[in-house]
């Protein structure tokens, strides 16, 4: 290592979805040398299959790397040409960091991925706390979009350094200028202050290597002499256990020490101490300033608390580091096997397995055993949002090598009791008060009770409720200045409130609503990409839960009322809905031998009616000798579909069915 | 065309490559089939004669329209195939015969007698006459010295494709043939004393009214006819007709006229005693298609010609369908086979359903019960309860020892067998599917020891 204490910059790289972070981070990994062009596969930091397919990043990682920078200099040499003949040749060994002949200070440069979906703000968060400086990246053709200010205002507010980077000023439809200007007008940074980066041609990266060293603080000196780490990440290995990464703020750590967790006060020895870059290298010990992944021999995910505080048990220090909120789970939707036979089978027994392996490595989704008369026994599982219930759902499906059943997604609602309970749903399952610690626990007269529930099939006997609560969002769309109009009947229609309009450049505005989380998680980002023909972004954040005319919507098949399809709706859409549902379902449903009633209703009213005719003919003309294998196969195709199918009384249900709620009927 | 042991893998006009199939892919037949059950000899035949003037458009079976005059060397393969088969008859008298295509009446009368005279040359044919030989003719093929010549080598049962008497529901269906040739062919056969004859009728077709499809029947009756097959219109997949209706051509008959003409069906030949035997098959008494039947029973037959398809204690075939495939000779005179099932209980007892079900007759519940029981713990009564179910919605009559199709069953007579077949599933543990029964080696040295 050279003569020279390493200066250190910790930073995240944040934008919104596709403006080119993960490309950005892999040529920064390129320039300081970390990766050879040849072992650089596309966007190193995105692990997951997942991630890589749907070009999103989930899990953030930590990544450390040297580089030298003479301080004061405003682009920074690096050797390393990105198609290399050197590593051909196999002679091109010299690190930057490492080389005799360089001039320049050493700086160790961690740096912190992020996702970049509005479902995984929570995570943003949580990256940003180990940070002292982010790079927000704007795409040079698409500028600034809702997750773009969203994830600044997070930096802003954790009291980051932020350098704004305009990316991909290569393409032939880049405005460069125009996009600073968007940066200037919205965020306030000057836009001769936007550094013009192409990730993929390297241009710009001499000069952002500079600014990093040169513009983000350097961590804060300690303040007390006991360790202090900030948990910032925890990810499941089969081998290892729990890998925590951690952010040292005081104190050192060192392989062999002891940990204590100072919130769940659970201790473990520390085996290994390393840094990614992005190959985990063992390093003997960690000091203030830097990050590092700790194993500890840690069985579960669920005994570290991501945001908690890690010292010495040996030498304990008195007071955490503030963390963060535990992430709160606002989509819930039910996982049933779908081929589970009744009263529980191996279909459940794989589901319980992926769920939990599952759950070593994502612990912000949450999972509860649930019964259903319809689709037997499942789960009930709780996301950051649609898309992470997305993942989770095809990770179960793809990694667990289980088929689900998916209910549609409803929100959490809250629904105020008369006295002080027990309560149990009208199925006779207890029901959970929210906790008064929660920040929407507000007013909760005496002799009243306030009880969380996920689902409908959840809701109290309705002579117990005094009101209904739903979680309200507020909503931010950044859209093209002509469809302002659409975009507002939209929000409208789906009982927005309008809150405020605001300037982003001569084309685009930013607009504000307040609304119901409730009537934004089934199809409205895709109704809003349609109506600003993909130009419109949005992000989200649940704000509070209020009250309103909620009314639970009961879907009878063939007379049975069927729990898995029942949806709380406001009464006044509650027609509407049920209609648009009745009716998908009559196409989903397949004719059966006898006619099948369907029926929306509310209580014992019924307010929307349908009819699924019986098959007529269903019989082949011809099944002679050279007919019979295949006539067989496909009734062996024939019994395979109605597999996936679940039987309710005597109609079989397809599993498209139960999510034809998704569809609001517009 | 009642009879029909191939399927539709090979068509004159699909574009889709075809798997190249031979002798050197897997073990021939010769090896395959299972020695014969010396108490239970097949006692069937089928022949596949696959040459037609023209395609029609509905058909799916496989035929070509020959332009290279290969028909001889079909015969001398056929002939070839016939002797390598005839061990498995044991020797014992077969009951029926069923030359079906293709157009089998397109072979000349020359051509005929050589296969005539090997079948006779090859196995037992000394009871045929008062067993069952039927050939299939197109109308427009039939000529006195091809009905002489049938006649003389043993045919006793005819059966026509007229398929409509509608000169515009031919044109829909493509079927190149006047309706007067029908009660020509007719009389030609009477004339050499095949009396047993049989009729193909279509329904269902585009544009196609009830009382089109009335006229139709009426005059089918009005010949006398012993037996007569009607089917709906099957839109199989990969077929002029199919392509056709996807480009929007014509619309397919709705569902309820369909099934008016289905029921119209029984309600007009019931009336001129012709009952219903099976889904598409009506006769006067004592004049069903026997070799059908014994598809039907799941008897054992043997096969002849290319995708022609056999049956044989459980194991079923499928020889391979391309003609040029078929013309190579295989091991010992045998066709090169493709699709081979070797026995398997759940398959078999799937079949006897899907099959026995379509009958009048229906199945023995008893001993689909007592084979269920066998099968799986608690698929005896989940097969039990499934049929109750389906007699509950009036579509299945259990009544004396047997389960029959009602009237209204027999139009929904698919949903029926799923019910039924389904409740033989419900029990399954682990992935469907994923056992392929082993294909059993037998018999490999059989015709070398009688010889």
């Known amino acids: 290592m050279p003569d020279q204490t390493p200066h250190v910059r910790n930073f995240s790289i944040i934008a919104h979805i596709d403006h080119g972070k993960s490309t950005l981070a892999d040529r920064l990994l390129q320039a300081t040398n970390a990766v050879s062009a040849r072992e650089a596969r596309e966007q190193i930091l995105d692990s997951m299959d997942l991630e890589r397919e749907r070009g999103i990043t989930i899990k953030a990682s930590a990544v450390t790397v040297m580089h030298r920078h003479r301080p004061g200099s405003a682009a920074d040499d690096f050797e390393t040409e990105y198609e290399d003949a050197a590593d051909e040749s196999g002679h091109h060994t010299t690190r930057k960091g490492e080389s005799p002949d360089e001039h320049g200070d050493l700086y160790m440069l961690n740096f912190i991925d992020t996702p970049g979906h509005v479902d995984f703000n929570y995570e943003v968060s949580r990256a940003l706390k180990a940070c002292e400086g982010a790079i927000l990246v704007v795409d040079a053709t698409q500028g600034v979009q809702a997750q773009t200010l969203v994830n600044a205002y ?28 968007e940066i200037e007008q919205t965020l306030g940074f000057p836009a001769e202050d936007c550094l013009l980066v192409s990730a993929k041609t390297g241009q710009g990266i001499r000069e952002l290597l500079a600014s990093i060293c040169e513009k983000f603080p350097p961590p804060r000196p300690p303040v007390v002499t006991q360790l202090r780490g900030l948990i910032f990440d925890a990810v499941y290995d089969d081998y290892r256990g729990v890998i925590i990464y951690i952010r040292v703020f005081d104190g050192a750590l060192k392989v062999g020490d002891k940990i204590r967790m100072m919130g769940t006060g659970r201790t473990f020895q520390v085996t290994d101490i390393g840094k990614m870059t992005p190959k985990p290298v063992r390093v003997p010990g960690v000091g203030p300033g830097e990050t590092a992944y700790v194993c500890a021999a840690i069985r579960s995910l669920k005994d570290v608390r991501v945001g908690d505080t890690v010292t010495l048990d040996s030498d304990p220090a008195i007071e955490a580091l503030t963390g963060y909120q535990p992430p709160r789970q606002m989509v819930f939707c039910d996982f049933y096997p779908a081929t589970s036979e009744e009263g529980g089978g191996p279909g459940f027994e794989e589901l319980r397995d992926a769920v939990e392996k599952l759950s070593l490595n994502d612990s912000s989704f949450t999972f509860l055993p649930v019964h259903s008369e319809a689709l037997g026994f499942g789960f009930r599982c709780g996301f950051l949002g649609l898309l992470h219930m997305d993942i989770i759902q095809e990770r179960l499906e793809r990694e667990g090598g289980v088929e689900v059943v998916q209910t549609a997604p409803t929100v959490s609602y809250h629904v105020l009791c008369r006295g002080q309970g027990p309560f149990a749903s009208t199925g006779g399952q207890a029901l959970k008060p929210v906790e008064p610690s929660s920040p929407f626990y507000r007013d909760v007269p005496p002799a009243s009770t306030l009880l969380e529930v996920h689902n409908p099939a959840e809701l ?24 302002i109009g659409d975009i507002m009947k939209l929000c409208l229609d789906r009982r927005g409130h309008y809150k405020s309009q605001s300037f982003v450049s001569e084309t685009r505005d930013l607009l504000k609503f307040e609304i119901p989380l409730a009537e934004i998680i089934y199809d409205f980002f895709d109704k809003m990409k349609g109506l600003t023909s993909g130009y419109g972004t949005m992000d989200y954040e649940v704000v509070s839960y209020k009250p309103d005319d909620l009314v639970k919507l009961d879907i009878l098949v063939n007379a049975e009322p069927v729990e898995a399809l029942a949806v709380i709706t406001h009464r006044h859409k509650a027609e509407q809905r049920g209609r648009g549902l009745i009716a998908r379902l009559k196409e989903q449903i397949p004719r059966h031998q006898f006619e099948i009633p369907l029926q929306a209703a509310i209580g014992a009213k019924v307010i929307a009616r349908e009819t699924i005719k019986s098959v007529r003919k269903n019989v082949l003309a011809k099944c002679y000798g050279g007919d019979v294998s295949r006539k067989r196969k496909l009734l062996e195709k024939q019994k395979e579909g109605k597999k996936r199918m679940k039987s309710v009384g005597s109609v079989t249900i397809p599993q498209e069915a139960f999510m034809a709620v998704l569809d609001t009927g517009e | 065309m009642p009879d029909r042991t191939r399927t539709p893998d090979d068509q004159v006009y699909h574009a889709r490559p075809l798997p190249v199939v031979g002798p050197r892919q897997g073990p021939g037949l010769a090896s395959l089939l299972p020695r014969p059950d010396p108490a239970r000899p097949a006692r069937s035949l089928y022949v596949h004669v696959p040459f037609c003037y023209h395609k029609c458009h509905y058909c799916d079976f496989y035929s070509i329209v020959d332009t290279r005059d290969r028909q001889a060397p079909f015969v001398d393969r056929l002939v070839s195939e016939l002797e390598a088969l005839a061990p498995w008859s044991l020797g014992a008298p077969l009951q029926t015969v069923f030359v079906g295509g293709g157009t089998p009446s397109l072979l000349t009368p020359p051509l005929w007698r050589r296969v005539l005279n090997a079948l006779t040359r090859h196995f037992d044919l000394s009871q045929i006459r008062a067993g069952e030989f039927t050939v299939e003719c197109n109308p427009e093929t039939v000529t006195p010295e091809l009905m002489a010549t049938l006649a003389e080598g043993g045919v006793n049962r005819v059966s026509f494709g007229a398929q409509s008497f509608n000169r515009a529901h031919l044109k829909t269906l493509e079927r190149w043939h006047d309706p007067e040739n029908v ?15 049989s009729l193909d009728l279509i329904f269902a077709i585009p544009g196609q009214t009830l009382g089109d499809w009335d006229a139709d029947l009426r005059t089918a009756l009005d010949l006398r006819p012993e037996h007569v097959s009607c089917y709906a219109l099957t839109f199989e997949p990969n077929t002029a007709m199919t392509a056709r209706w996807a480009r929007g051509e014509f619309a397919r008959a709705p569902e309820d006229l369909e099934a008016a003409m289905f029921e119209h069906t ?21 004049q069903e298609s026997r070799h059908n039947l014994a598809y039907w029973r799941q008897e054992d037959w043997l096969a002849a010609g290319p995708a022609a398809a056999g049956h044989v204690r459980g194991l079923r075939w499928k020889n391979a369908p391309r003609l040029d495939d078929y013309l190579r000779t295989g091991e010992r005179g045998f066709a090169p086979v493709v699709d081979v099932e070797a026995p ?20 023995d519940s008893a001993a689909v019960l007592c084979d269920a029981a066998a099968l799986a713990d608690g698929a005896e009564d989940r097969l039990a309860r499934a049929a109750a179910g389906q007699s509950g919605l009036g579509l299945l009559d259990p009544s004396r020892g047997r389960w029959r199709l009602t009237d209204s069953g027999f139009l929904l007579a698919d949903s029926v067998i799923l019910a039924l077949a389904e409740a033989l599933d419900a029990a399954r543990r682990g992935p469907v599917g994923s056992r392929q029964p082993e294909v059993p080696q037998h018999a490999a040295e059989f015709p070398g020891e009688r010889a």
């Not at chain 2, 009660?183 to 047993?196: D, K, N, Q, S, T």
């Open chain 2, 266 to 286: 029984l309600a007009t030949l019931r009336g001129a005693g012709l009952d219903r035997y099976e889904v598409s098959n009506f006769a006067r008494p004592g």
């Open chain 1, 154 to 181: 997070l930096a802003i507010n954790e009291n980051l350094v932020i350098v704004p980077v305009i990316n991909k000023i290569d393409l032939p439809s880049a405005r460069p200028d125009d996009v600073a200007m």
């Open chain 2, 183 to 197: 009660p020509r062919a007719w009389a030609l056969a009477e004339a050499v004393g095949i009396r047993r004859r």
């Open chain 1, 460 to 483: 109290p006997d309705g002579s117990h409720i005094i009101e209904i609560r739903e979680p309200m969002c507020t909503l931010e769309i950044m859209c093209p200045k002509d469809k």
């Open chain 2, 344 to 363: 398997e209980p759940r398959r078999n007892l799937v079949e006897r359903l899907l099959t026995g079900l379509r009958l009048r007759e229906g199945v």
